[in-house]
């Protein structure tokens, strides 16, 4: 304070460092965060001081009188004011409380309130921990194992697996190890698919038989093989072509849900995005939970058409089918670059980044240490699931417990076909009933608001028994696929089903969508009228997807099939799992390393979105080649097939 009365221009950087009262307040500006960069740099400048400049963060919450503004009104919340505060580095958080506390300027603001001091993030304030070090040393050996691996496929492999085909028989490259009565009994194109990827496997098995152990572990690192398998577009004969583009339209879904929310603490002007919230075009994306739900009935139908297909192969060949290792192969599938970006997360990620906005280790308040044990176990969604890391990871433990109930489910519909059904359906109702109670008892709303219900995500949102619907809608999906062949569906009946097929599935999805309008403009919902849709909702979307993929299966899909089928969306639809664990890592960058709040506009928000969804997936590539595919690769090392 003496050297700012002197006028030293090192106390006038660190008076216009801190926060003001800016333009805007009217609009929701509550963040007068002043210049971060500004204050830190003081004494990296040298100005001639003999200490540190050190940014703070001032949060005060006033406290409501009764009769005040209702949570509707003033947004999810009480108005929070955050004020950058610039003082010396030996002040403590209680030195800037009671300095604060004196301050006549900072008491004008509210009649009272509390008040909380956290020092923003800062190198000097993220010191390298031994977990760090640790998850250092790992992505160091996987580094290591990628370069080893490819220049070996490079300089060694790809040779020898020239030098064999080039020595093979042109008969036998022809014929490609295929009887022509099986190849004629296929489309033109699915026949030169099964003659080049056979090719292929034989060649690759007599390669493979050259190498040892060691020199196979190498090549699943390879980035020349990784990448080359990534981008491929082929498609096995039988595919569900159309499934690629819904996957990868879903996961941009989910991306642009989460910006918008994201979003939300560092915007400047909080009352225009609260009118937003009401507009009829924002429903698609305020709905946008409903995309969580095309995820989880695209896998229950994958895994009811590719189990069901199996098991008639069995039963053909009279050979039995290795449930136990369905439950590995997932297990290992999911759970290896799972468990990768959950180390980075916690370990690495925290520490990577400063800012005012920047938590910190505090990133995942809700994470303790010993707590990452449930999200490798899948449970994180039901045990203490407040204490949960990776907060999107509930998705992953819901439908990971879905697979597992679902494999016996499916057994019990191939064997006793009846017995199954029903207890499918009973599960279906379950659902429902127990749904419909959890809304009544705490009296839930469909309505975004109704997220500030503590309850919401709590006793609905994450719980498996109220999700379970559209998995189980798939299962019936992809049981009609293996059920119906193409050659039985009688194509005149078909011409006047799919037109009345399509029309009651569009105005299904979109009541799902746009339904909830009237609530943001005065229709006030009952608790029954609440109760019954957040019941019914999600499995009414799964029966309109249903529809959809029933449709452009069998070709009655149109340009709707043409577009899904793209095969753009292939290498696109291979990357969705590793672009779901990552992109809230970038979404958190992307926000929360600003030094200065975002003025809304839906412009602004689309233009953060397509930057969050290329570089989500961009991060989900690299996750992809390094550590999803080598580990994918070593299952088969382990387990030989």
Not at 509 to 528: D, K, P
Not at 608 to 624: K, P, T
């Amino acid at each position: 304070m003496h050297d700012l009365l002197q006028g030293k221009f090192y106390a006038l950087n660190m008076l216009d460092a801190g926060g003001k009262p800016p333009s805007g307040i009217l609009e929701g500006n509550f963040n007068w965060l002043g210049s971060y960069s500004q204050c830190v740099n003081v004494t990296k400048k040298g100005f001639g001081s003999t200490f540190d400049a050190k940014y703070y963060i001032a949060t005060l919450v006033p406290v409501p009188k009764p009769a005040q503004l209702s949570v509707e009104a003033s947004g999810y919340g009480a108005i929070t004011l955050h004020l950058g505060v610039c003082v010396p580095s030996s002040c403590t958080a209680d030195d800037v409380i009671q300095r604060l506390d004196n301050s006549l300027y900072f008491r004008l603001l509210v009649e009272r309130g509390t008040l909380q001091v956290t020092s923003a993030t800062s190198p000097e304030s993220a010191p390298m921990h031994s977990k760090t070090i640790a998850a250092i040393c790992v992505c160091s050996v996987i580094l290591m194992l990628v370069v080893m691996g490819t220049a070996y496929d490079v300089i060694i492999y790809q040779p020898r697996l020239g030098a064999i085909k080039s020595s093979k028989d042109p008969k036998d490259e022809r014929n490609g190890g295929l009887s022509h009565q099986h190849v004629d009994s296929e489309q033109p194109n699915e026949r030169t698919h099964l003659i080049n990827s056979t090719e292929q496997k034989q060649t690759e098995a007599v390669a493979t038989k050259e190498e040892n152990v060691s020199c196979r572990v190498l090549l699943c690192f390879s980035l020349y093989t990784n990448i080359g398998k990534l981008l491929s577009t082929s498609q096995a004969p039988g595919a569900i072509k159309c499934l690629h583009g819904i996957r990868f339209l879903s996961m941009s879904w989910v991306i642009l849900g989460h910006t918008y929310a994201f979003a939300e603490p560092v915007i400047d002007n909080g009352s225009l995005a609260l009118e937003v919230i009401g507009q009829f075009t924002f429903q698609a994306v305020g709905n946008a939970f409903v995309s969580v739900d095309s995820f989880f009935f695209l896998s229950g139908l994958l895994t009811a058409y590719l189990l069901l297909k199996q098991m008639q192969k069995s039963r053909e060949k009279g050979q039995s089918i290795p449930y136990w290792m369905m439950y590995v192969h997932r297990y290992w599938r999911l759970t290896m670059p799972y468990a990768f970006v959950l180390m980075m997360w916690l370990c690495v990620y925290p520490y990577m980044f400063v800012g005012p906005f920047w938590p910190g280790e505090a990133l995942d308040p809700g994470c303790h240490g010993a707590d990452w044990w449930k999200n490798l176990l899948y449970v994180n969604n039901v045990v203490n699931p407040e204490r949960g890391c990776m907060g999107w990871s509930w998705y992953l433990a819901n439908d990971m417990q879905f697979f597992i109930i679902g494999v016996p489910l499916l057994y019990l519909i191939f064997r006793w076909r009846p017995v199954g059904f029903a207890l499918k359906l009973a599960l279906l109702l379950s659902s429902f009933i127990a749904t419909a109670v959890i809304c009544l008892h705490d009296k839930l709303s469909p309505s975004i608001y109704g997220m500030s219900q503590p309850e919401w995500m709590e006793h609905y949102y994450l719980k498996p028994w109220c999700r379970i619907g559209p998995y189980l809608v798939g299962m019936a999906v992809g049981w009609l696929m293996v059920r119906i062949k193409g050659s039985s569906v009688n194509r005149k009946t078909m011409m006047i089903v799919a037109p009345v097929g399509w029309a009651v599935a569009t105005a299904t999805a979109l009541a799902v969508l746009y339904g909830l309008y009237g609530t943001y403009h005065g229709t006030v919902m009952t608790n029954s009228e609440n109760a019954f849709y957040l019941s019914v909702h999600r499995a009414v979307w799964g029966m309109a997807l249903g529809w959809m993929v029933l449709a452009c299966f069998y070709g009655y899909g149109g340009l709707v099939n043409t577009f899904l089928s793209w095969e753009l969306w292939v290498p696109l639809s291979r990357l969705t799992y590793c672009a779901y664990l990552v992109h809230p890592m970038v979404i958190y960058v992307a926000f929360y390393t600003r030094e200065v709040t975002l003025h809304y506009s839906t412009l602004t928000v689309i233009y953060f979105f397509l930057g969050n969804l290329v570089l989500s997936y961009g991060l989900a590539f690299l996750v992809s080649v390094t550590v999803e595919a080598p580990l994918l690769g070593l299952e088969k090392i382990v387990f030989r097939k």
